[in-house]
């Protein structure tokens, strides 16, 4: 019985670094698109990560049925509650990803004017990649010291990302002061960056799990 729930917690845990990959993935041919004003970069994204709530129910599934066939103790008991959360909040990051590479489009037809925002925006990219790769590798860190540096990592770069996301807000009000007729469209480009910054916040939330995976305590997101 033993080796069975090693295998099929092993499973688990593979499942969910395999969505995790296709999330970074995916963000990565996001930002690409964008950059390189690439739109079939931006379907390929939106292809990988169609089917992440279906993965999120195939993990949550093996995960609840492990629960029941074997109830594990404490910390094992820890570990498949964290990848169960984890799952989800990658599955919502994938939601936000999506979300922003349908809205290249908008950005590589030239309906908005972008290049005042240009260097704020792919600092601010920059660092929700930095956040989002820090929480993907505390998913695999195996010592404390490790979860410690990237729950700094990710600290700093969510930081980054509130202090760009305030900069880059004023700048397009101004601009929508400037040019009124592109009102709407600048908003909703507000309204897909928010969502990005979101990924940050969750990412924080991927290393408090993998943390509580490992050391216990409370959980606090």
């Not at 499973?11 to 930002?31: F, I, N, P, W």
């Not at 601010?124 to 990592?153: D, H, M, V, W």
């Amino acid at each position: 019985m033993l080796t069975n729930y090693k295998e099929i917690l092993n499973k688990s845990r593979r499942r969910v670094l395999a969505l995790a990959s296709d999330v970074l993935t995916a963000y990565e041919l996001t930002v690409a698109a964008s950059r390189e004003g690439d739109l079939e970069k931006a379907s390929e994204a939106r292809n990988l990560l169609k089917d992440a709530h279906n993965r999120n129910s195939k993990i949550d599934n093996e995960i609840i049925k492990t629960l029941a066939l074997f109830s594990p103790e404490a910390r094992d008991l820890r570990v498949v509650i964290a990848y169960l959360k984890i799952t989800s909040e990658l599955t919502r990051i994938s939601d936000y990803i999506r979300s922003y590479a349908k809205k290249v489009k908008m950005q590589i037809s030239g309906e908005m004017e972008l290049s005042a925002l240009r260097d704020d925006m792919n600092s601010f990219l920059e660092s929700t990649r930095k956040s989002l790769e820090a929480a993907i590798a505390s998913i695999e860190a195996e010592s404390e010291e490790q979860l410690e540096n990237l729950y700094r990592k990710v600290n700093v770069e969510e930081s980054k990302c509130d202090d760009i996301i305030s900069i880059l807000e004023k700048n397009i009000l101004q601009q929508i002061c400037v040019n009124p007729e592109d009102a709407e469209d600048m908003v909703e480009f507000i309204k897909s960056i928010r969502k990005l910054e979101r990924i940050s916040d969750r990412s924080v939330n991927i290393v408090k799990l993998a943390y509580f995976a490992q050391k216990g305590g409370k959980l606090k997101l």
